[in-house]
C-alpha cells in the first residue's frame, strides 16, 4: 500500500510543532541535574533555571522554545520498497508553510539579495535505504542561527591528526561557544569534501547524546573532548560553571592522503530534533531521535 502525500504533510507538520515545542528528555535530564547540583555556580543555576522555566511554558502552551525559531532541515530516509502518491517535495513544503503560520514560527529565512522572506521553506535532504522495506523516515532539525553562525571547516594536516583535532576543537569552543547559547552541543565531521565534512558535521548531532561511536577509538575521542570542554567552565550562557557541553559526536569518511577537511558545528541546548516512520499500511511511529540510516550516507 503507497504512502499518501497527505500521510506525509500531516506527519511533517506534527514534527515541525514537536521539534519546535519541546526539547529531548534526556538533553532536559542533564539540564535538571545541573541546576540542581549544589557544587554548582549561582549564575549557572540561575541560568538553567529559567531555560528550564522556559521550556516548561513552551511545552505546556506548545509555543516555540526560543525567538529564534531556526532553519528547518528536513531528512528523508527513503525504503526501497518504499511507495509514495503524489508529490513528497510539496507535501513537506506544504506542511512546514503551514506550521509556521500555527505555531507560529519567525519567518526569518529570506532571499540574501532581496531580503524578501521565503515562508521559512525547508531544505530537504533525500537518502535511499537499501534495505527492501517501505517505510519512509523523517528527521525535522531545527538550526537556530546563532549556533550556525560560529560553524566553522578548516582542511586539516593529517600529521598528527589527532592531538591537532583535539587542538581545533577546544580552540573553537574557547573562541566561539558563548556565541551558541552554551551549554552545546557539537557535531563534527571529518573527511571527504569540504561539503561532505560540513553534512557529516550535522548527521552527527542527529544521534542520540548516550550513544557513541561504533569506532571505540572515536567513542573515547568524543568522552575526552566532552570532559576537557566541561573543564572550562564557560559554563550556562557563558555566565561560568557547568555544564559548558552537553555532547560531542564525531562521523568521518575516508579523506584525502594531502589535506584532512574537518567541520566543527554548534548546537545550543535548544536541541530540536523530532523523527517519525511512516509505513506503507499507514502506520505511524514518533521517535526523538531516529538516525540509523544517517552514518552510510558516504560510504
Same mark, same amino acid.
Given at each position: 500500500m503507497p504512502i499518501s502525500e497527505e500521510t506525509v504533510e500531516k506527519v511533517t507538520y506534527n514534527l515541525v510543532r514537536r521539534a519546535t515545542t519541546k526539547i529531548p528528555d534526556d538533553i532536559k535530564k542533564l539540564l535538571i541535574v545541573a541546576a540542581d547540583s549544589k557544587e554548582n555556580t549561582k549564575p549557572a543555576k540561575v541560568q538553567l533555571s529559567a531555560i528550564l522555566k522556559g521550556l516548561q511554558l513552551a511545552e505546556s502552551n506548545l509555543i516555540p522554545i526560543c525567538q529564534d525559531t531556526g532553519i528547518i532541515l528536513v531528512y528523508v530516509g527513503i525504503g526501497s520498497n518504499a511507495k509514495i502518491i503524489g508529490n =513528497?517535495?510539496? #507535501? $513537506?513544503?506544504? #506542511? $512546514?508553510?503551514? !506550521?509556521?503560520v500555527d505555531i507560529p514560527l519567525r519567518r526569518t529565512v529570506v532571499n540574501p539579495f532581496t531580503r524578501k522572506n521565503r515562508n521559512n521553506n525547508p531544505f530537504i535532504k533525500y537518502h535511499f535505504?537499501?534495505?527492501?522495506?517501505? &517505510? %519512509?523516515? %523523517?528527521?525535522?532539525?531545527?538550526?537556530?542561527?546563532?549556533? /550556525? &553562525? @560560529?560553524t566553522e571547516i578548516k582542511m586539516m594536516d593529517p600529521l598528527n591528526f589527532t592531538n591537532n583535532l583535539k587542538k581545533f576543537v577546544m580552540s573553537m569552543v574557547m573562541d566561539k561557544a558563548m556565541w551558541s547559547c552554551p551549554p552545546v552541543i557539537i557535531g563534527i565531521g571529518i573527511g571527504g569534501t569540504c561539503e561532505? !565534512?560540513?553534512?557529516?558535521?550535522? *548527521? !552527527?548531532?542527529?544521534?542520540?547524546?548516550?550513544?557513541?561511536?561504533?569506532?571505540?577509538? +572515536?567513542?573515547? %575521542?568524543?568522552? /575526552? =573532548?566532552? /570532559? &576537557?570542554?566541561?573543564? %572550562?567552565? +564557560?559554563?550556562?550562557?557563558?555566565?561560568?560553571?557547568?555544564?559548558?557541553? =552537553?555532547?560531542? !559526536?564525531?562521523?568521518?569518511?575516508?579523506?584525502?592522503? #594531502? *589535506? @584532512?577537511?574537518?567541520? $566543527?558545528s554548534f548546537g545550543c541546548w535548544a536541541h530540536r530534533i523530532a523523527s517519525a516512520r511512516i509505513y506503507s499500511d499507514d502506520k505511524i511511529q514518533y521517535y526523538t531521535y531516529l538516525s540509523t540510516f544517517y552514518r552510510d550516507v558516504y560510504e
Open positions: =513528497l517535495r510539496k #507535501a $513537506v513544503k506544504k #506542511a $512546514v508553510k503551514k !506550521a509556521t535505504l537499501y534495505n527492501n522495506k517501505s &517505510y %519512509l523516515d %523523517l528527521t525535522i532539525f531545527a538550526r537556530g542561527c546563532g549556533a /550556525e &553562525y @560560529v561532505i !565534512a560540513i553534512e557529516l558535521s550535522k *548527521r !552527527a548531532m542527529l544521534r542520540p547524546i548516550s550513544e557513541r561511536h561504533p569506532d571505540k577509538n +572515536i567513542a573515547k %575521542l568524543e568522552s /575526552e =573532548l566532552i /570532559e &576537557y570542554i566541561n573543564l %572550562l567552565q +564557560i559554563g550556562p550562557m557563558g555566565l561560568g560553571g557547568f555544564p559548558t557541553c =552537553l555532547n560531542v !559526536a564525531i562521523e568521518y569518511v575516508s579523506s584525502p592522503i #594531502a *589535506r @584532512v577537511p574537518v567541520c $566543527v
